[in-house]
């Protein structure tokens, strides 16, 4: 296995390599982006740039293209693309994870560092914490945990010739490290497994490499392109933008209840996708590994390329990114029988601007799993959304998941084979900035969870539990506020 982790990442250096080396002498200059840096193009408060980061008039509701933007670099000029990872004709805001869209009005946060021929991005989120899950001990199932949930992101990109645009992502986690094997304490989560048993009521660690990909598109016309993405690890074309990259969810520490319900694809250990897109329309399709991450977190699974995904999306306008998808995931879980799962969900994300330094970013997602053979199918639905005024942060989730008794971990001659447990969070939190410095930030932020589950696991969790978070959050600044609506 070590052998041919070696030989594929010898693999995609060259071809990245090989990418680099025809943009020599290729770069042409085309229209100016509208997406300007925040942080290095300081602009009186009453110009365009400070309003909305776009040149007026640059995005509307046709969508205009933004394909790259002018860099002088000692005397003369080289054009670099700030644009979306997959189109040289998409602004880059609407960059979320794998291959999937976000709003182009959404704001985007990170670093931005530019060459003569690549434009750079980084971005991540660090959490140092106290959660408490059932602060009242009203079951047997709370727990209480000092983390430090974390990602860090980094992607590059670069035009090839007159029509192509080469980009590659890397993300990792010290999660294994800052959280534990054993993941953290959430009531009602499950999935995948610690010492060789389920995950229940904790949300497992994600691994060290949580994404390592490469991906190619080429531009028919400003309306038209292709593309294709190869990760290991990396995240299929299924679902919404992943929990971890949605502006509405930056500022709670948790995952979703739901998460093995609407985007836990987002790691999976060998992806291969296509992709095609007609003006705001996205077509793509996936080959990848169904199998979940194994509990060696430091390592590379094998990868087996034995499930299927389809995703159609579509933003019909700035403020919105709709999709809607299909996967059939073979043998998902590393214990116990072969079980296959046939997943769809539905999602919309909305982005809105109410001021200078006012965002309200809303996600709305359904999720469906059906088991083949012995489970009836099983629904979730998540609304979160996040108000941002200046350095105050108000947000708010509400789910809805059906858990069964075998991810419930509960005996089935008390509760049942095959009963299913409809259960509700509501989480409510405030972050407030502290200080920023060089475009990084501090905030200290405080949480709180409130559950609700049928009477019958009233014994194990208590009449309506609560959970209680505090937390210092380190993450970067503002870099552009997304067009205008």
């Known amino acids: 296995m070590k052998t041919f982790n070696i030989t594929l990442w010898l693999g995609l250096l060259f071809l990245a390599n090989s990418a680099l080396g025809q943009t020599e002498g290729h770069h042409h200059?085309?229209?100016?982006?509208?997406?300007?840096?925040?942080?290095?193009?300081?602009?009186?408060?009453?110009?365009?740039?400070?309003?909305?980061?776009?040149?007026?008039?640059?995005?509307?509701?046709?969508?205009?293209?933004?394909?790259?933007?002018?860099?002088?670099?000692?005397?003369?000029?080289?054009?670099?693309?700030?644009?979306?990872?997959?189109?040289?004709?998409?602004?880059?805001?609407?960059?979320?994870?794998?291959?999937?869209w976000l709003p182009d009005?959404?704001?985007?946060?990170?670093?931005?560092?530019?060459?003569?021929?690549?434009?750079?991005?980084?971005?991540?989120?660090?959490?140092?914490?106290?959660?408490?899950?059932?602060?009242?001990?009203?079951?047997?199932r709370g727990d209480r945990k000092f983390d430090a949930p974390n990602w860090l992101m980094g992607m590059g990109q670069t035009a090839v010739g007159n029509r192509g645009l080469f980009r590659f992502s890397a993300m990792i986690s010290l999660d294994p490290l800052t959280v534990g094997g054993e993941g953290y304490p959430l009531l009602f989560q499950s999935g995948e497994t610690w010492e060789g048993e389920p995950l229940v009521d904790r949300q497992h660690p994600h691994d060290l490499f949580s994404e390592l990909s490469v991906g190619y598109t080429h531009m028919f016309s400003k309306d038209i392109d292709a593309f294709a993405y190869v990760g290991y690890p990396g995240e299929p074309a299924f679902g919404p933008v992943a929990f971890m990259h949605r502006v509405s969810s930056l500022y709670n520490p948790d995952a979703p209840i739901g998460h093995h319900w609407q985007d836990a694809t987002h790691i999976t250990f060998g992806v291969g996708t296509l992709g095609f897109r007609y003006k705001q329309l996205k077509l793509e399709g996936s080959v990848f590994t169904g199998r979940?991450?194994?509990?060696?977190?430091?390592?590379?699974?094998r990868p087996r390329?034995?499930?299927?995904?389809?995703?159609?999306?579509?933003n019909p306008a700035p403020a919105w990114a709709l999709q809607v998808s299909k996967a059939w995931v073979k043998d998902v879980h590393t214990l116990g029988p072969r079980e296959d799962v046939d997943k769809t969900t539905a999602s919309a994300i909305h982005a809105l601007r109410l001021g200078t330094h006012t965002f309200l970013n809303s996600t709305a997602v359904w999720g469906y799993n059906k088991a083949q053979g012995h489970h009836d199918p099983q629904n979730s639905f998540l609304l979160e959304s996040a108000?941002?005024?200046?350095?105050?942060?108000?947000?708010?989730?509400?789910e809805w998941v059906e858990k069964s008794t075998e991810e419930l971990l509960l005996d089935e001659e008390v509760y049942g084979h095959s009963t299913l447990f409809p259960v509700h969070a509501i989480s409510l939190g405030i972050q407030q900035r502290l200080w920023e410095v060089l475009n990084t930030q501090l905030a200290l932020g405080a949480q709180g969870s409130w559950y609700n589950s049928p009477d019958q696991l009233e014994e194990l969790y208590g009449d309506n539990p609560w959970a209680l978070q505090v937390y210092l959050r380190l993450y970067p600044g503002l870099m552009s506020a997304g067009s205008p609506q």
């Open 29 to 100: 200059h085309t229209q100016d982006d509208s997406v300007t840096h925040e942080k290095q193009h300081k602009q009186p408060a009453d110009s365009p740039h400070q309003k909305g980061h776009h040149k007026e008039g640059s995005i509307h509701e046709e969508h205009q293209p933004a394909q790259t933007n002018s860099i002088h670099h000692e005397g003369h000029t080289e054009s670099v693309p700030m644009t979306h990872a997959f189109s040289r004709n998409l602004p880059m805001n609407r960059n979320g994870s794998g291959t999937g």
């Open 305 to 314: 390329f034995d499930s299927w995904s389809a995703r159609l999306s579509y």
């Open 387 to 398: 108000l941002s005024a200046n350095t105050t942060t108000v947000y708010g989730k509400y």
């Open 105 to 140: 009005a959404s704001p985007m946060y990170g670093y931005m560092v530019h060459t003569e021929k690549w434009m750079y991005m980084f971005h991540g989120n660090l959490f140092l914490r106290y959660n408490h899950q059932d602060i009242g001990s009203k079951g047997s």
């Open 292 to 301: 979940e991450p194994d509990e060696e977190r430091y390592g590379f699974d």
